[in-house]
C-alpha cells in the first residue's frame, strides 16, 4: 500500500520509519517531510496551515491511507474533507479534534463525563477573569482555550499576574492572535505522565505511556519548549493504572464522543497529573506526541498499518498492541537561542555513523541545502534508542550524541532523570 504523512517533524519522522518496517507499505510519501524523512519517502511540499493545498495533494496522490500528524490540520478539518471524498484517513474529525483545539470544550466534556480533571473556570472577559480569581487559590493556571503550540499555558503566583496574563492573552499580545476564551484552572502537583490511547470511535485500546520534558533547562527549569526530550518504560505506570486510565479516562471519552455523535477515531493523548488525589486530566492532544513518539516507535512491536487500520476500521477491540519490554529515550538536539528566537540554516555533521550502537537519529527540523543536511527549526533533532533498561537506552544516546555537532547546539543531559532517581 501508499501511505501520505501529513506533518514534518521528530514525530513524522518517527511514523514514516515505523511505516517503513511494514511488510505491507510499498510507497510513504510525506508533506512537507524534512531533511530526514526525505531519506525513507517522497516528500512533497505543502502549508499544513492551508486545508485546500492539503486537499489537493491527497487528491492527487490517491495513497491507500492518509496519516494526519500535527494538530492544526486536524482542528482545520483535514479528516472530514478527506472522508467525505471517500479517502482512507487516520485522525479525528474537526468534532472530535475540539478535545484538543478547545479547552472550553474539553473541561465542559470532562465535567459532563465526570472525567477527573483540575478544576477550572471559563472567562470571555477581563471582568470574568477578576471575580472568577477570588474562588482560587494560588498559584493559578491560566490558559488559552485554543490551540497555541505549547504556550498557551502561564502558571501565575499571584492573582495580579493572572489577570495581567489573561489581559494580554485577550489582547493577543502573548500569543500573537487575540483569544476569546480563557480558562482559569486549579494548580496540581504531582508526576506528569503521557498517555497514549488507539480509539476507533467505539473502544480505547492502551498504546504506551511516556514522560516528556517540556522545560529548556535542566532540572525542569526555564521556560517551556515543545519538548527536550523523552522516555517510555514498563515501569512508568503500574498494570493496573494502564487499565484504569484506559477504562476510566479513554474509554469514558470514547463512549461520551461516540454519544454525542462525533465519534472518536486516533490517538486520544492524555496528558496525566498524578496527583495525591489520584490522576487528574491536564489536557487532551488528538495526535500523537511529540518527542514521545520518537521514543514509543522504538519500542512498537506490533505493525504500525494494523493500528492505522483497526482506528480507521473500528476494529481496535481485536487488536492487542505490544511494546518491547525494557525502555526507550529520545533526546532533542535545539538550536542556540530556542524557544525564542533561533536561527537557521546550520550545518549539520556527525549524522552517518557506522556504528552499531542501535541509535536511530530522527530529524524535527532539518533540510537539505546543496546535499547538506542544515538546521530547520527549533528543535533539530531527536536522538533515539531503546535497551533493556532506560539508563543504557540514554547512555547509548549521549554517547552518540557527542559525535554529532552544528554551531550552537543544546540539549539537556538529564533526560528520565525521574526515572533515574
Ligand atoms: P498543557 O499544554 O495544558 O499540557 O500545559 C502545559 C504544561 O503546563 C503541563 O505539561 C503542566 O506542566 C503545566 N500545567 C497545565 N495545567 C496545569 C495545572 N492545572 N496544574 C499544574 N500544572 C499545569
Ligand atoms: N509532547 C507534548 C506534545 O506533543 O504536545
Given at each position: 500500500m501508499k501511505v501520505l504523512v501529513i506533518g514534518g517533524g521528530g514525530r513524522e519522522h518517527a511514523l514514516v520509519w515505523a511505516l517503513r518496517k511494514s511488510p505491507s507499505v510499498k510507497e510513504v510519501v510525506a508533506a512537507p517531510g524534512n531533511g530526514g524523512i526525505a531519506e525513507l519517502a517522497r516528500c512533497l511540499p505543502v502549508d499544513t496551515n492551508n486545508l485546500h493545498a492539503m486537499v489537493d495533494l491527497v487528491v492527487i496522490e490517491k495513497p491507500d491511507l492518509t496519516v494526519v500528524g500535527p494538530e492544526v490540520p486536524l482542528a482545520l478539518g483535514l479528516v472530514d474533507e478527506l472522508e467525505q471524498r471517500k479517502l482512507r484517513v487516520f485522525g479525528p474529525t474537526k468534532a472530535a479534534a475540539q478535545l484538543e483545539s478547545s479547552k472550553a470544550f474539553s473541561k465542559a466534556f470532562m465535567l459532563r463525563y465526570e472525567i477527573p480533571t483540575a478544576e477550572y473556570a471559563l472567562c470571555t472577559t477581563l471582568d470574568e477573569v477578576r471575580a472568577a480569581l477570588l474562588n482560587f487559590s494560588l498559584p493559578v493556571v491560566v490558559k488559552a482555550s485554543g490551540l497555541a503550540a505549547g504556550k498557551g499555558v502561564v502558571i501565575c503566583n499571584t492573582r495580579l499576574e493572572a489577570e495581567t496574563t489573561a489581559a494580554q492573552m485577550f489582547s493577543g499580545v502573548l500569543l500573537g492572535t487575540a483569544q476569546t476564551e480563557i480558562v482559569l484552572e486549579e494548580f496540581l502537583t504531582g508526576e506528569e505522565v503521557s498517555f497514549f490511547a488507539l480509539c476507533d470511535g467505539k473502544h480505547a485500546v492502551p498504546i504506551a505511556a511516556a514522560q516528556d520534558?517540556?522545560?529548556?533547562?535542566?532540572?525542569?527549569?526555564?521556560p517551556n519548549t515543545g519538548g527536550m526530550g523523552a522516555y517510555s518504560t514498563?515501569?512508568?505506570?503500574?498494570p493496573a493504572m494502564c487499565q484504569w486510565v484506559t477504562q476510566h479516562i479513554a474509554q469514558k471519552v470514547v463512549d461520551g464522543m461516540a454519544s454525542e455523535g462525533t465519534p472518536f477515531k486516533g490517538i486520544l493523548f492524555i496528558g496525566l497529573m498524578m496527583s495525591h488525589r489520584g490522576p487528574k486530566v491536564l489536557e487532551f492532544n488528538t495526535r500523537w506526541g511529540d518527542p514521545e513518539t520518537e521514543a514509543i516507535m522504538l519500542r512498537l512491536e506490533t505493525d504500525i498499518v494494523d493500528l492505522f487500520n483497526a482506528a480507521v476500521d473500528g476494529t481496535a477491540i481485536g487488536l492487542s498492541i505490544h511494546l518491547k519490554p525494557g525502555a526507550s529515550a529520545t533526546v532533542i538536539a535545539a538550536s542556540a537561542g530556542y524557544p525564542g528566537k533561533y536561527v537557521s540554516g546550520k550545518p549539520i555533521t556527525g549524522?552517518?555513523?557506522?556504528?552499531?550502537?542501535?541509535v536511530v537519529i530522527f530529524h524535527a527540523g532539518t533540510a537539505v541545502n546543496d546535499g547538506q543536511i542544515v538546521t530547520a527549526g527549533g528543535r533539530v533533532l531527536a536522538v533515539t534508542a531503546e535497551a533493556a533498561d532506560l539508563r543504557e537506552a540514554l547512555d547509548r544516546i549521549y554517547q552518540r550524541m557527542k559525535t554529532i555537532s552544528f554551531e550552537g547546539m543544546q540539549y539537556r543531559r538529564d533526560i528520565g532523570h525521574r526515572a533515574l532517581q
Open positions: 520534558h517540556k522545560r529548556i533547562g535542566e532540572g525542569d527549569t526555564g514498563d515501569g512508568l505506570l503500574t549524522l552517518d555513523s557506522s556504528s552499531d550502537d542501535g
